[in-house]
Protein backbone atom coordinates (compact mmCIF):
# COMPACT_ATOMS: atom_id res chain seq x y z
CA UNK A 1 0.00 0.00 0.00
CA UNK A 2 1.44 3.22 -0.99
CA UNK A 3 2.53 5.61 1.68
CA UNK A 4 2.66 9.62 1.43
CA UNK A 5 5.28 10.91 3.18
CA UNK A 6 4.63 14.63 3.41
CA UNK A 7 0.85 15.50 1.99
CA UNK A 8 -2.64 14.43 3.12
CA UNK A 9 -3.96 14.98 -0.11
CA UNK A 10 -6.30 11.66 -0.41
CA UNK A 11 -9.42 11.11 -0.56
CA UNK A 12 -12.28 13.32 -2.72
CA UNK A 13 -10.79 16.14 -5.09
CA UNK A 14 -13.62 18.10 -6.67
CA UNK A 15 -13.00 19.73 -9.62
CA UNK A 16 -15.48 22.48 -8.19
CA UNK A 17 -17.66 24.94 -10.97
CA UNK A 18 -17.28 28.47 -11.08
CA UNK A 19 -21.04 29.79 -10.03
CA UNK A 20 -21.83 32.90 -12.22
CA UNK A 21 -25.14 35.27 -11.06
CA UNK A 22 -27.55 36.45 -13.30
CA UNK A 23 -25.68 39.29 -14.94
CA UNK A 24 -22.62 36.46 -15.85
CA UNK A 25 -20.21 37.75 -12.98
CA UNK A 26 -18.49 35.38 -11.14
CA UNK A 27 -20.63 35.22 -7.99
CA UNK A 28 -18.44 34.81 -4.51
CA UNK A 29 -21.69 34.30 -2.94
CA UNK A 30 -22.56 31.05 -4.12
CA UNK A 31 -18.38 30.02 -4.08
CA UNK A 32 -18.52 30.56 -0.09
CA UNK A 33 -21.94 28.68 -0.26
CA UNK A 34 -20.38 25.64 -1.95
CA UNK A 35 -16.96 25.73 -0.36
CA UNK A 36 -18.77 25.23 3.15
CA UNK A 37 -21.00 22.68 1.63
CA UNK A 38 -18.04 20.96 0.46
CA UNK A 39 -15.99 20.86 3.82
CA UNK A 40 -19.16 19.68 5.75
CA UNK A 41 -19.93 16.84 3.29
CA UNK A 42 -16.48 15.43 3.60
CA UNK A 43 -14.89 16.86 0.42
CA UNK A 44 -10.86 16.70 1.06
CA UNK A 45 -9.31 19.29 -1.42
CA UNK A 46 -11.20 21.49 -4.49
CA UNK A 47 -9.40 22.34 -7.39
CA UNK A 48 -10.81 26.23 -8.26
CA UNK A 49 -10.84 26.89 -11.81
CA UNK A 50 -9.97 23.20 -13.51
CA UNK A 51 -12.12 22.64 -17.20
CA UNK A 52 -15.08 21.85 -14.82
CA UNK A 53 -14.46 25.45 -13.59
CA UNK A 54 -14.93 26.77 -17.19
CA UNK A 55 -11.51 28.45 -17.05
CA UNK A 56 -10.46 28.24 -20.60
CA UNK A 57 -13.79 31.72 -20.58
CA UNK A 58 -12.37 33.12 -18.06
CA UNK A 59 -10.60 36.21 -18.37
CA UNK A 60 -6.62 36.41 -16.93
CA UNK A 61 -8.11 39.26 -14.81
CA UNK A 62 -10.81 36.88 -13.58
CA UNK A 63 -8.97 33.96 -12.61
CA UNK A 64 -6.38 36.32 -10.61
CA UNK A 65 -9.37 37.97 -9.11
CA UNK A 66 -11.12 34.17 -8.04
CA UNK A 67 -7.95 33.29 -6.36
CA UNK A 68 -7.33 36.52 -3.98
CA UNK A 69 -11.11 36.65 -2.73
CA UNK A 70 -11.74 32.58 -2.21
CA UNK A 71 -8.69 31.83 -0.55
CA UNK A 72 -10.10 34.00 2.70
CA UNK A 73 -12.70 31.32 2.36
CA UNK A 74 -10.64 28.73 3.49
CA UNK A 75 -10.85 27.33 7.26
CA UNK A 76 -8.54 24.71 7.34
CA UNK A 77 -11.46 21.43 6.49
CA UNK A 78 -9.88 21.69 2.80
CA UNK A 79 -7.13 22.27 0.67
CA UNK A 80 -7.59 24.66 -2.29
CA UNK A 81 -5.98 24.13 -5.09
CA UNK A 82 -5.96 26.56 -8.20
CA UNK A 83 -6.05 25.50 -11.97
CA UNK A 84 -3.34 27.46 -13.37
CA UNK A 85 -2.34 26.33 -17.03
CA UNK A 86 -1.91 29.21 -19.01
CA UNK A 87 -2.19 28.38 -23.22
CA UNK A 88 2.16 28.60 -22.95
CA UNK A 89 5.08 28.50 -20.40
CA UNK A 90 5.40 31.94 -19.64
CA UNK A 91 1.23 32.27 -19.07
CA UNK A 92 0.87 29.64 -17.10
CA UNK A 93 4.00 30.51 -14.25
CA UNK A 94 2.56 33.96 -14.19
CA UNK A 95 -0.47 32.21 -12.55
CA UNK A 96 1.37 30.23 -10.63
CA UNK A 97 3.22 33.02 -9.26
CA UNK A 98 0.33 34.80 -8.50
CA UNK A 99 -1.44 31.62 -6.69
CA UNK A 100 1.74 31.20 -4.72
CA UNK A 101 1.83 34.94 -3.86
CA UNK A 102 -1.77 34.79 -2.64
CA UNK A 103 -1.33 31.73 -0.42
CA UNK A 104 -2.61 29.07 -2.17
CA UNK A 105 -2.50 25.25 -1.23
CA UNK A 106 -1.30 24.68 -4.57
CA UNK A 107 -2.34 24.25 -8.11
CA UNK A 108 -3.03 21.56 -10.86
CA UNK A 109 -1.53 21.92 -14.27
CA UNK A 110 -2.49 20.39 -17.40
CA UNK A 111 -0.31 20.99 -20.56
CA UNK A 112 -1.65 23.69 -22.63
CA UNK A 113 -4.47 23.89 -24.83
CA UNK A 114 -5.03 22.71 -28.53
CA UNK A 115 -0.94 23.00 -29.35
CA UNK A 116 -1.14 19.02 -29.05
CA UNK A 117 2.77 19.48 -28.17
CA UNK A 118 4.78 16.19 -28.12
CA UNK A 119 5.71 14.41 -24.85
CA UNK A 120 9.08 15.55 -24.74
CA UNK A 121 7.89 18.74 -24.84
CA UNK A 122 5.38 18.57 -22.22
CA UNK A 123 7.26 16.97 -19.70
CA UNK A 124 10.33 19.63 -20.08
CA UNK A 125 7.24 22.19 -19.66
CA UNK A 126 6.00 20.43 -16.31
CA UNK A 127 9.44 20.40 -15.33
CA UNK A 128 10.32 23.89 -15.99
CA UNK A 129 7.15 24.76 -13.90
CA UNK A 130 8.16 22.23 -10.82
CA UNK A 131 11.40 23.88 -10.53
CA UNK A 132 10.20 27.98 -10.91
CA UNK A 133 7.45 27.87 -7.99
CA UNK A 134 8.03 26.62 -4.50
CA UNK A 135 4.10 25.68 -4.33
CA UNK A 136 2.47 22.01 -4.42
CA UNK A 137 1.62 21.16 -7.53
CA UNK A 138 -0.75 18.61 -9.20
CA UNK A 139 0.15 17.03 -12.95
CA UNK A 140 -2.90 15.93 -15.33
CA UNK A 141 -2.63 13.71 -17.64
CA UNK A 142 -5.42 14.80 -19.70
CA UNK A 143 -5.64 13.00 -23.29
CA UNK A 144 -9.32 13.21 -23.57
CA UNK A 145 -9.09 17.74 -23.71
CA UNK A 146 -6.00 18.53 -24.53
CA UNK A 147 -4.53 15.94 -26.82
CA UNK A 148 -1.54 15.56 -25.42
CA UNK A 149 -0.35 12.51 -23.55
CA UNK A 150 2.46 11.34 -20.89
CA UNK A 151 3.65 7.46 -20.78
CA UNK A 152 4.51 6.65 -17.08
CA UNK A 153 8.41 7.07 -17.88
CA UNK A 154 7.64 10.86 -18.21
CA UNK A 155 5.55 11.05 -15.77
CA UNK A 156 7.48 9.06 -12.79
CA UNK A 157 10.71 11.18 -13.57
CA UNK A 158 7.78 14.58 -12.86
CA UNK A 159 7.02 12.85 -9.57
CA UNK A 160 10.02 12.56 -8.09
CA UNK A 161 10.01 16.65 -8.31
CA UNK A 162 9.50 17.65 -4.53
CA UNK A 163 6.61 19.98 -5.50
CA UNK A 164 5.30 17.28 -7.09
CA UNK A 165 2.11 16.31 -4.81
CA UNK A 166 -0.23 14.96 -6.90
CA UNK A 167 -0.44 13.07 -10.62
CA UNK A 168 -4.18 12.69 -12.20
CA UNK A 169 -4.84 10.38 -14.67
CA UNK A 170 -7.44 10.62 -17.12
CA UNK A 171 -6.52 8.13 -19.73
CA UNK A 172 -8.03 4.93 -20.54
CA UNK A 173 -5.09 3.14 -20.02
CA UNK A 174 -5.48 0.94 -16.28
CA UNK A 175 -2.05 -0.69 -17.48
CA UNK A 176 -0.17 2.79 -16.97
CA UNK A 177 -2.06 3.46 -13.44
CA UNK A 178 -0.58 0.03 -12.38
CA UNK A 179 3.01 1.01 -13.41
CA UNK A 180 2.84 4.36 -12.26
CA UNK A 181 1.08 2.89 -8.68
CA UNK A 182 3.77 0.20 -8.77
CA UNK A 183 6.78 2.82 -9.31
CA UNK A 184 5.42 5.47 -7.28
CA UNK A 185 6.69 4.17 -3.37
CA UNK A 186 10.14 3.49 -4.01
CA UNK A 187 10.13 6.98 -6.49
CA UNK A 188 7.73 9.58 -5.59
CA UNK A 189 6.04 8.73 -2.18
CA UNK A 190 5.30 12.31 -1.54
CA UNK A 191 2.98 12.05 -4.53
CA UNK A 192 -0.30 10.98 -4.26
CA UNK A 193 -1.98 8.68 -7.50
CA UNK A 194 -5.88 10.13 -8.01
CA UNK A 195 -7.96 9.03 -11.40
CA UNK A 196 -11.03 11.07 -13.03
CA UNK A 197 -14.18 9.57 -12.05
CA UNK A 198 -15.33 9.30 -15.71
CA UNK A 199 -17.23 5.83 -16.08
CA UNK A 200 -16.01 5.59 -19.62
CA UNK A 201 -12.54 6.08 -18.75
CA UNK A 202 -13.32 2.56 -16.11
CA UNK A 203 -10.20 4.00 -13.80
CA UNK A 204 -11.81 4.49 -10.32
CA UNK A 205 -11.88 0.67 -9.91
CA UNK A 206 -8.50 0.06 -10.50
CA UNK A 207 -6.96 2.78 -9.53
CA UNK A 208 -8.84 2.37 -5.62
CA UNK A 209 -7.73 -1.27 -5.95
CA UNK A 210 -4.24 -0.75 -6.77
CA UNK A 211 -3.60 1.57 -4.29
CA UNK A 212 -4.32 4.95 -5.35
CA UNK A 213 -4.96 8.06 -2.93
CA UNK A 214 -8.86 9.07 -4.15
CA UNK A 215 -10.14 10.37 -7.16
CA UNK A 216 -10.19 13.78 -8.71
CA UNK A 217 -13.62 13.59 -9.21
CA UNK A 218 -16.51 16.35 -11.16
CA UNK A 219 -19.77 14.50 -9.66
CA UNK A 220 -18.24 15.51 -6.20
CA UNK A 221 -20.60 18.50 -6.98
CA UNK A 222 -24.07 16.58 -6.58
CA UNK A 223 -22.89 14.12 -4.19
CA UNK A 224 -19.61 15.30 -2.36
CA UNK A 225 -20.43 12.96 0.58
CA UNK A 226 -20.81 9.61 -2.13
CA UNK A 227 -17.83 10.56 -3.63
CA UNK A 228 -15.54 11.33 -0.13
CA UNK A 229 -16.64 7.81 0.56
CA UNK A 230 -15.71 6.25 -2.58
CA UNK A 231 -12.65 8.23 -2.42
CA UNK A 232 -11.05 6.85 0.64
CA UNK A 233 -8.44 4.78 0.34
CA UNK A 234 -8.18 1.42 1.24
CA UNK A 235 -6.44 -0.20 3.74
CA UNK A 236 -8.80 -3.20 5.10
CA UNK A 237 -10.42 -6.00 2.90
CA UNK A 238 -13.29 -5.17 4.01
CA UNK A 239 -13.00 -1.67 2.38
CA UNK A 240 -13.44 -3.44 -1.13
CA UNK A 241 -16.81 -4.38 -0.63
CA UNK A 242 -18.11 -1.24 0.43
CA UNK A 243 -16.33 0.22 -2.48
CA UNK A 244 -18.23 -1.71 -4.80
CA UNK A 245 -21.60 -1.10 -2.97
CA UNK A 246 -20.73 2.28 -3.40
CA UNK A 247 -19.59 2.52 -7.09
CA UNK A 248 -22.55 0.49 -8.21
CA UNK A 249 -24.96 2.82 -6.48
CA UNK A 250 -23.35 6.19 -7.92
CA UNK A 251 -22.65 4.67 -11.82
CA UNK A 252 -26.17 6.18 -12.93
CA UNK A 253 -25.19 9.73 -11.42
CA UNK A 254 -21.32 9.06 -12.85
CA UNK A 255 -22.92 8.37 -16.31
CA UNK A 256 -25.33 11.23 -16.21
CA UNK A 257 -22.42 14.00 -15.22
CA UNK A 258 -20.47 12.71 -18.13
CA UNK A 259 -23.62 12.67 -20.74
CA UNK A 260 -22.32 16.17 -21.89
CA UNK A 261 -18.89 18.01 -22.10
CA UNK A 262 -18.22 19.02 -18.71
CA UNK A 263 -19.19 20.96 -16.93
CA UNK A 264 -22.54 21.28 -19.08
CA UNK A 265 -24.52 18.11 -17.40
CA UNK A 266 -23.60 18.66 -13.54
CA UNK A 267 -23.60 22.26 -13.82
CA UNK A 268 -27.44 22.27 -15.47
CA UNK A 269 -28.32 19.61 -13.00
CA UNK A 270 -26.54 21.31 -9.83
CA UNK A 271 -29.29 24.76 -10.69
CA UNK A 272 -32.02 21.75 -11.45
CA UNK A 273 -31.99 21.22 -7.80
CA UNK A 274 -31.20 24.53 -6.27
CA UNK A 275 -27.54 24.38 -6.08
CA UNK A 276 -26.59 28.42 -6.87
CA UNK A 277 -24.33 27.45 -9.83
CA UNK A 278 -25.72 29.79 -12.09
CA UNK A 279 -25.88 29.68 -15.83
CA UNK A 280 -22.86 28.35 -17.97
CA UNK A 281 -20.59 30.66 -20.35
CA UNK A 282 -21.71 31.40 -23.85
CA UNK A 283 -20.95 29.42 -26.20
CA UNK A 284 -21.55 26.32 -23.81
CA UNK A 285 -25.55 25.85 -23.15
CA UNK A 286 -27.58 23.95 -21.45
CA UNK A 287 -29.16 20.81 -21.70
CA UNK A 288 -32.23 19.88 -23.63
CA UNK A 289 -35.11 19.32 -21.18
CA UNK A 290 -35.73 15.80 -21.17
CA UNK A 291 -32.21 15.12 -21.01
CA UNK A 292 -31.97 17.29 -17.95
CA UNK A 293 -34.95 15.38 -16.81
CA UNK A 294 -33.21 12.00 -16.82
CA UNK A 295 -30.66 13.38 -14.40
CA UNK A 296 -33.35 14.61 -11.93
CA UNK A 297 -34.54 11.06 -11.80
CA UNK A 298 -31.15 9.94 -11.30
CA UNK A 299 -31.08 12.22 -7.95
CA UNK A 300 -34.69 11.19 -7.26
CA UNK A 301 -33.98 7.77 -7.10
CA UNK A 302 -30.61 8.20 -5.25
CA UNK A 303 -32.36 10.03 -2.43
CA UNK A 304 -30.20 12.77 -2.50
CA UNK A 305 -33.03 15.37 -2.73
CA UNK A 306 -34.04 13.80 0.53
CA UNK A 307 -29.97 13.75 1.56
CA UNK A 308 -29.31 17.45 0.92
CA UNK A 309 -33.08 18.94 1.46
CA UNK A 310 -33.51 19.92 -2.21
CA UNK A 311 -36.60 20.45 -3.79
CA UNK A 312 -36.82 18.93 -7.03
CA UNK A 313 -38.49 19.70 -9.84
CA UNK A 314 -42.24 17.82 -10.33
CA UNK A 315 -41.42 15.00 -13.06
CA UNK A 316 -42.78 15.41 -16.28
CA UNK A 317 -45.11 13.06 -18.22
CA UNK A 318 -43.47 11.46 -20.83
CA UNK A 319 -44.81 12.61 -24.34
CA UNK A 320 -47.34 10.96 -26.26
CA UNK A 321 -45.10 8.58 -28.75
CA UNK A 322 -46.03 9.67 -32.34
CA UNK A 323 -48.25 6.94 -34.03
CA UNK A 324 -46.29 5.11 -36.79
CA UNK A 325 -48.00 6.26 -40.23
CA UNK A 326 -46.69 3.52 -42.86
CA UNK A 327 -46.29 4.56 -46.75
CA UNK A 328 -48.41 3.19 -49.02
CA UNK A 329 -47.15 0.11 -50.90
Given at each position: MITLADTAIQGSFVALITPFDARGEVDYGAFRTLLNWHAEQGTSAVLIMGSTGEVSMLSPEERRAVVERTLPMRDGRMKFFYGCTGNNTEA?????RHARAAGADGAILAAPAYICAPEDDVEAYFAECLDAVDLPIGIYNNPPRVKSDL???HLLRLMRHPNCVVLKESTTRVGQVAQVLATAPARAPHCAVMCCDSPNLGL????MSLGGHGTANMTGNLDPAGMAALSRPWHEPAQAAAFRDGYLRLLPLLHFTYSAIN??????LMKAVGLPAGDLRRPLRGLAAEHLARGVEVVRALGLDRQYGWSLPRAQAPAPTPALTLAAE
Open positions: TLGFLHWDVVPTPVAVKC
